[in-house]
């Protein structure tokens, strides 16, 4: 059964940083890229980060880069993603993806707020 649970999620003051990470089962891990999303209330889910299935190539949105790092450990079957310099227009559910079944976790939730 595939699974993708996220966690990590939570409170944290701009300029801040957070790490959220996801595991993932039931599918092999290693061959697939995987991708982090958000939602915020009102708006559309966003593509925030992208891996390969070696983390050899990465991508982000415009809205996170150079504050935001996507990496995998492929032993572990996990992915990251370091937010650092967080700002208020960062909160949302962050969900992470892997775009090749379709699969998605249940999210986990990153509030920025002084």
């Known amino acids: 059964q595939v699974q993708l649970v996220e966690s990590g999620g939570g409170l944290v003051q701009p300029g801040g940083s957070l790490r959220v990470s996801c595991a993932a089962k039931?599918?092999?891990?290693?061959?697939?890229?995987m991708r982090w999303y958000r939602q915020t209330p009102g708006k559309e889910r966003e593509l925030v980060a992208t891996?390969?299935?070696?983390?050899?190539?990465?991508n982000y949105a415009d809205s996170v880069k150079g504050r935001f790092t996507i990496s995998r450990d492929n032993a572990k079957n996990t992915v990251y993603l370091q937010m650092n310099s967080l700002k208020l227009e960062d909160t949302g559910v962050y969900y992470c993806?892997?775009?090749?079944?379709?699969?998605w976790g249940q999210g986990t939730q990153v509030t920025v707020s002084s």
């Open positions: 993806n892997c775009p090749t079944i379709n699969s």
């Open positions: 039931g599918f092999p891990f290693s061959s697939y890229n």
């Open positions: 891996i390969t299935f070696n983390g050899g190539s990465t």
